[in-house]
């Protein structure tokens, strides 16, 4: 499965993005979706993650509260809702994908064999 991230840019802290990530390529109804983030100078780190049957959503600490994880099967699409952004929310988003249980979740990098190419999301103070 290739998978596109998009909806990314600059905003000032305190606002909203919405990031997509569309899937092709696959039965994207049998695939489980995560998002990373990589701040500069960090190493990437989990977000939210969404199950291949949409009853199991988990988040980071980091993001809880504020984060929306979705999905639209219909669309092969997981959609990234972020509100009340903080600079510290800065860095390079990622959507992975991975064949799963049905309300199976992974928190890791390795436990996704798929990655898109991230989009960049830049919260100003």
């Known amino acids: 499965v290739q998978l596109q991230a998009s909806g990314g840019g600059l905003v000032q802290a305190g606002g909203s993005l919405r990031l997509s990530c569309a899937a092709s390529?696959?039965?994207?109804?049998?695939?489980?979706v995560g998002w990373f983030r990589q701040a500069p100078g960090k190493e990437r780190e989990f977000a939210a993650v969404i199950s291949r049957g949409t009853g199991r959503i988990s988040y980071a600490d980091s993001v809880k509260g504020r984060f929306t994880i979705s999905r639209d099967n219909s669309k092969n699409a997981v959609l990234l809702q972020m509100n009340s952004l903080k600079p510290e929310d800065t860095g390079i988003y990622y959507c992975?994908?991975?064949?799963?249980?049905?309300?199976?979740?992974?928190?890791?990098?390795?436990?996704?064999?798929?990655w898109g190419q991230g989009t960049l999301v830049t919260v100003s103070s």
């Open positions: 992975a994908s991975r064949q799963g249980a049905l309300y199976g979740v992974y928190y890791t990098q390795s436990d996704y064999n798929y």
């Open positions: 390529g696959g039965t994207f109804s049998t695939y489980a």
